[in-house]
């Protein structure tokens, strides 16, 4: 299949790459039962709207939050899926199939980066977080190499996700368990943030830091570098204050995040 999508990359690129000959062409595959005819069919004319319809998903709404080095890995993981799934559309309930498989697409890539964040979170120790305040902040490079910076634009990115309704579904959005999570965990921290930070420099900056989660729908800057920046526009801090500030945001973070995944319920 891969000399498939060589193929279409040499040639010049329409910008229209699902069209309804694509869904056509879906149709035909599921009405026949001639495997020859089937897999002529879908290497002619379905694997190229996959594989474009997976990459522009992925770089749309940003689902870099992926175990894998090359993301066409994770591109044919999930154009795996929709032939598995090829079989269900029918255009007679409505939907057109470009809507159709690319909600499918966004459903996966979120269940996918929540399974694939919960793994990771579980992989880091504690013990770990302390190690950021010997960071040497003052390396010009430290805010795109330390692990802080990361797990920040970890956090961000994943609640991008949500924040940009990929299923137009406004209810779909709320009830995801990571979605609901951000808001309670955001609450929890700004109702307990004298408990955390009794200086109230220090309780500040942690507000500054929580205005991002507050305010991710409205968001559209995510570069590491840019939310230093804008939470420096929102109070006058220094670097290696917003790291320490963050280091105790992330480490409640994990720890209720955690709970909240093995008990289903946010613990106060």
């Known amino acids: 299949m891969d000399s498939i999508i060589r193929k279409h990359k040499l040639e010049k690129q329409k910008k229209v790459y699902f069209t309804k000959e694509t869904e056509d062409a879906i149709i035909s595959y599921n009405l026949s039962t001639d495997p020859i005819f089937r897999s ?8 190229w709207a996959f594989y474009k319809l997976t990459e522009n998903i992925i770089h749309t709404f940003k689902f870099y939050h992926t175990d894998v080095e090359d993301l066409q890995d994770l591109q044919h993981e999930i154009m795996t899926f929709l032939l598995d799934k090829i079989h269900l559309f029918s255009p007679e309930r409505g939907a057109k199939a470009y809507s159709y498989f690319g909600t499918i697409v966004k459903r996966y890539l979120i269940i996918y980066t929540q399974k694939n964040y919960k793994k990771q979170i579980n992989n880091l120790s504690v013990d770990s977080l302390s190690n950021y305040s010997n960071l040497d902040t003052s390396d010009p490079s430290f805010i795109h190499s330390s692990r802080l ?24 959005e709320y009830d995801d368990k990571l979605s609901l999570f951000i808001n309670l965990y955001t609450d929890y921290c700004t109702k307990n943030i004298y408990k955390y930070f009794p200086k109230e420099y220090d309780a500040q900056v942690a507000d500054a830091i929580l205005e991002l989660f507050r305010k991710r729908e409205s968001i559209d ?24 500030i ?6 409640i973070f ?7 995944l093995e008990h289903g319920y946010f613990s106060s």
């Open 221 to 244: 800057i995510f570069n590491k570098k840019a939310l230093y920046i804008y939470i420096r526009e929102m109070i006058d801090v220094k670097t290696p204050k917003i790291t320490k």
């Open 246 to 251: 963050a280091n105790i945001l992330y480490d």
């Open 254 to 260: 994990k720890k209720k995040y955690l709970f909240y």
């Open 149 to 172: 910076d990361k797990e920040i634009g970890t956090l961000v990115e994943v609640t991008e996700i949500f924040s940009e309704n990929p299923v137009n579904d406004k209810k779909y």
């Open 40 to 47: 002529n069919i879908y290497q002619e004319k379905i694997h």
